[in-house]
């Protein structure tokens, strides 16, 4: 009979990256052939794009425009600001990585400290770009004046931070027993996600200030934060739906069983596996905010693709189009490229789909 030590092995780990090319791209020799000619067939269809890169593309015409493409028309005398806000974000990174990372036992009781930060550093940023009246160290920059790719982070984290509680509510309300409130958030979320975005958009930069007391206004760019929010909540309400209804009734059986409350089972129980379910979806909604921020060129806002669209437009750089934007494809691309793989990270440490 075999042994424990026999039957039951470690999984085989590879060591480094030619152990990472062997197990994954030259296990066997058809692999390697599968390798060799696919590499073969990507060189074909890429050759004349990464010709056309390295040697005739005047890729002078983004070194020159490389501030505009980062904060738009901002002042130039007050970058500093903007620096500021990205030393903050790097800073919260690193405490994130190191509370939450492997050496996080460690610093369990820094995390609530480290969240605190986070939820500081939304109105820290927007003090710092907006500024004051009539303040001589910090003068104000209005709205008019954010653009590029500075505003497209600003459109696309609003959106995600304020749209994830609100699309959660919506989902518990649409699941509530009491009609009122059940019928509301599901005509909401109905209505919302039959309409595009582009309407939503417009409803907000146009059609909003006609509803108001005359004298108010509201800026451009609140309204289209207030449009991402609203039309993607009613996504990630479904989402959170779909995770609820994957919940098991003998949880919220058990959870009953033992004295809870229902606010204590949804808030404990129910909503966390529910969440942890549907990290795939909500973070996809996520990296589809992002790419939706480059509608707000139709409302006049100065993001990254208006900037794009009026560096083209310069006189030196006319007809070099396909430059421009091939670096604005590239920024679009590096950036959900990047939530995604940190959803696959947050998903292996949850061990999201594993028994």
């Not at 990205?86 to 990585?97: A, E, H």
Request: proline share 5%; glycine share 10%; charged share 10%.
């Amino acid at each position: 009979m075999a042994t424990i030590s026999e039957t039951v092995r470690p999984p085989r780990t590879s060591v480094g990256v030619l152990g990472w090319l062997k197990e994954n791209l030259f296990s066997t020799w058809y692999n390697a052939l599968l390798t060799f000619g696919s590499l073969g067939l990507i060189y074909v269809v890429l050759r004349g794009i990464i010709t056309w890169a390295l040697t005739g593309a005047r890729w002078d015409v983004v070194t020159t425009n490389l501030t505009l493409f980062l904060i738009g028309p901002f002042p130039r005398d007050q970058v500093w600001r903007v620096w500021a806000c990205v030393i903050v974000v790097i800073l919260l990174g690193g405490l994130s990585l190191v509370a939450w990372g492997p050496l996080g036992r460690r610093f369990k009781t820094a995390r609530r400290w480290v969240v605190i930060g986070w939820l500081l550093s939304f109105p820290l940023t927007i003090v710092l770009l907006h500024g004051f009246g009539g303040n001589s160290v910090l003068p104000a920059v209005g709205t008019s004046y954010w653009g590029g790719l500075l505003l497209t982070f600003l459109l696309a984290i609003v959106g995600i931070v304020a749209s994830f509680p609100l699309g959660v509510l919506l989902a518990l309300g649409r699941r509530s027993g009491l009609p009122v409130v059940r019928w509301f958030c599901t005509l909401y979320i109905e209505l919302i996600r039959g309409v595009p975005l582009v309407t939503v958009l417009f409803m907000a930069a146009i059609m909003l200030p006609l509803f108001l007391p005359e004298g108010v206004r509201v800026d451009k760019v609140l309204r289209a934060m207030v449009g991402f929010t609203l039309f993607t909540a009613a996504y990630i309400a479904e989402n959170v739906r779909g995770g609820l209804a994957a919940v098991p009734l003998g949880q919220y059986e058990a959870a009953r069983a033992v004295g809870l409350s229902g606010v204590q089972v949804m808030a404990l129980i129910v909503l966390p596996q529910a969440l942890r379910a549907v990290i795939p979806p909500i973070v996809g909604q996520f990296i589809s905010l992002f790419k939706d921020t480059s509608l707000v060129v139709i409302i006049g806002l100065l993001d990254l693709l208006n900037i794009a669209k009026s560096v083209v437009a310069q006189p030196q750089f006319m007809g070099l189009k396909r430059e421009v934007y091939l670096f604005v494809a590239v920024i679009y691309f590096i950036f959900s490229y990047a939530m995604s793989y940190a959803s696959r990270r947050l998903e292996v440490a949850l061990g999201v789909g594993e028994r």
